[in-house]
C-alpha cells in the first residue's frame, strides 16, 4: 500500500512540477516501503525496527497535518491569504490576477490599510475580466472556494492514509518478532 501511496505521490509530484511545487515526500514513502519490505522478506530485525520508528514518526506528522488540514476554517484561511498576499511581490500578484482572471484579494471595508491595498491592487489589474470592461471577481474569494474544498479532501485522504500507518507499525511489530522458518532452529538468534 505504501508503495502504492509514494508512486501516486511521485506523479502528483511531477504533475505539480508544472506549476513550480517541489516534492520528495512520495520519494521518501517509496523508499520507507521498500526498506519494509526487504526488512519483512529477510526477517532482518534491525531493517523492521527502523521501518517501525520512522512510520511512527511518519503517522505522527501525517496526523498533525491532516487534522490541521480539518481544522482550518475560512477565516483562518483568509488571514493566511491576506499574510501571504502582502508579501508576494507585484509581478506574483500579476501573475495570480491573470491566471485566475480575478483582480486584488479580499475588500476587507474594516481595515483602511487592506482597502488601501485591494484599491491599488485592482487599478493595476491585468486581468481580461477588467480588460473586457466587466465585474472581476476577487482573487481571495476565488481561492478561498477551492482551497477550502482542496483541505478537506487532503484532510480526509491524509488522515485515513495515517491509519494505514499504524496497522504497518504493528504488522512489523508482528513479523520483526517473528522467526526465520529457513533459519537453522539450533543456531542462535
Avoid at 506523479?11 to 519483512?40: D, R
Avoid at 506574483?92 to 488601501?116: F, P
Avoid at 477551492?146 to 492514509?161: N, P, Q, T
Wanted: proline fraction near 2%; charge should be positive; glycine fraction near 8%.
Amino acid at each position: 500500500v505504501f508503495q502504492l501511496v509514494g508512486l501516486l505521490l511521485i506523479g502528483v509530484a511531477a504533475w505539480g512540477k508544472s506549476f513550480g511545487i517541489p516534492s520528495t515526500v512520495g520519494v521518501f514513502l517509496l523508499l520507507i516501503a521498500i526498506v519494509g519490505l526487504i526488512g519483512a522478506i529477510n526477517h532482518h530485525q534491525v531493517m523492521l525496527f527502523f521501518y517501525m520508528v520512522i512510520l511512527g514518526l511518519v503517522f505522527l506528522f501525517q496526523l498533525g497535518v491532516s487534522c490541521s488540514c480539518l481544522a482550518l476554517n475560512t477565516s483562518r484561511q483568509e488571514r493566511l491569504f491576506t499574510a501571504a498576499w502582502n508579501i508576494l511581490g507585484n509581478s506574483t500578484r500579476k501573475d495570480i490576477e491573470v491566471k485566475l482572471n480575478c483582480c486584488g484579494l479580499l475588500n476587507n471595508t474594516s481595515d483602511a490599510l487592506a482597502m488601501q491595498t485591494f484599491q491599488a491592487d485592482y487599478s493595476a489589474c491585468k486581468a481580461v475580466c477588467k480588460v473586457n470592461m466587466t465585474r472581476c471577481p476577487k482573487c481571495g474569494e476565488k481561492m478561498l472556494k477551492h482551497s477550502d474544498e482542496a483541505l478537506k479532501i487532503l484532510g480526509g485522504v491524509g488522515l485515513f492514509f495515517s491509519f494505514t500507518e499504524i496497522l504497518g507499525v504493528l504488522l512489523a511489530m508482528r513479523y520483526r518478532n517473528q522467526k526465520d522458518p529457513r533459519a537453522n532452529p539450533s543456531a542462535f538468534l
